[in-house]
């Protein structure tokens, strides 16, 4: 009974926030008013707690020092240590985080479930195995192991959709489908530890926490590729997504391709948690605080792409400044503070759920 006048209310609030643009040729563009403005605050929440990133370390830098290097006004000792040692580490979360908070609104979107992100979903866990097939029996390189990461995600996200397909894949069945595939890999991944000798199991341990320890320019340019040429595709089948989000037969009176569209954007979704845990291991919980956080700042209903993409981004490289600023630098990886950050989110969310009737 208290769920109708809250999504109401949620449903009233959405429509005074909503505005429309008509230009001089007589097209009409919808523009949410609270999103726009959620999106620009978090992009600032984001660069300037990479600036601030930026200048923490054994070597701190202020933030103005840090700004003045970023724009090649700095002295050698400072461009050396901003532009080769830290800022690659900084982008590489911020893409990371980005591809995270993004992969996750869409698996929620596609399958109408808050818990449906990469991390119920096992994806981070068939990266974890393709990385760890190629530490532990192949004693691999850096280069080798964010291949088989890759790999062991795409792996891992066709067989949850070959599984989950019955004329067609639905949000229930992904999601269970989903669990069940990351019981399995989990207890693969525990198979592959015990057989690996101490200093690949060593690395092993490091690599599946999430930390961005070490990352540098050839972890950026792969990614930022990727999000170049994903994002695009993405933002073009949004408006079929939302539309899913009413039901499959709704949508196909609408006009909407359902199965193109859920394959299409589940392949995107699933290429940039595998790129994203390749970069940085799995990180935990980002793609599944991500969008929910975004959807209680915007308010709005549909799957909040971009106010969770620049969520994710801003959570990243705040919990990796909060690592370096408690333990010190590279003390803690940031999967660690994510992991405890998300988990707390995760009891409260369960407990509001619970408390308004909804489980």
Not at 121 to 136: H, Y
Not at 220 to 228: E, I, M
Not at 241 to 263: C, F, N, Q, Y
Request: positive net charge; proline residues 4%; aromatic residues 4%.
């Amino acid at each position: 009974m208290k769920t109708a006048p809250k999504n109401a209310a949620a449903a009233s609030t959405a429509a005074r926030s909503t505005r429309a643009l008509r230009t001089p040729g007589g097209l009409s563009v919808r523009l949410d008013v609270r999103a726009l403005t959620v999106v620009v605050l978090l992009l600032a929440a984001a660069l300037a707690a990479s600036v601030v990133l930026i200048g923490t370390g054994d070597f701190p830098i202020p933030a103005a020092d840090v700004v003045r290097t970023l724009l090649g006004d700095g002295n050698p000792g400072q461009e050396f240590i901003v532009n080769e040692l830290r800022l690659p580490r900084v982008l590489v979360g911020l893409l990371v985080g980005a591809s995270l908070g993004l992969g996750g609104a869409l698996f929620q979107a596609i399958s109408r479930n808050p818990l449906g992100s990469p991390d119920i979903l096992g994806l981070g866990q068939g990266a974890t195995a393709g990385a760890l097939v190629v530490i532990v029996l192949f004693s691999g390189s850096a280069s080798e192991v964010t291949m088989g990461a890759l790999v062991g995600g795409l792996v891992t996200g066709i067989c949850i959709y070959v599984f989950a397909w019955k004329r067609g894949v639905h949000g229930y069945r992904l999601v269970l489908v989903g669990i069940g595939v990351s019981a399995i890999v989990t207890a693969v991944n525990g198979y592959l530890m015990t057989k690996a000798d101490l200093v690949d199991a060593s690395r092993a341990l490091v690599w599946m926490t999430g930390s961005l320890s070490g990352r540098d320019w050839a972890q950026v340019w792969p990614l930022l590729a990727l999000c170049a040429v994903l994002l695009p595709l993405v933002l073009a089948n949004a408006r079929g997504l939302r539309m899913m989000e009413m039901g499959d037969d709704i949508s196909h009176a609408l006009g909407v391709r359902v199965e193109r569209v859920r394959m299409l954007l589940m392949v995107a979704a699933v290429l940039l948690t595998a790129a994203a845990t390749a970069a940085a291991g799995p990180v935990s919980f980002v793609a599944l605080t991500a969008p929910q956080l975004a959807r209680r700042l915007t308010r709005s209903p549909g799957p909040n792409l971009l106010p969770s993409l620049c969520m994710g981004a801003a959570l990243l490289v705040t919990a990796d400044w909060v690592s370096q600023r408690v333990f010190g630098a590279d003390q803690l990886p940031v999967g660690v503070v994510t992991g405890v950050v998300g988990g707390v989110y995760l009891l409260w969310l369960l407990v509001s759920e619970r408390r308004a009737g909804r489980i």
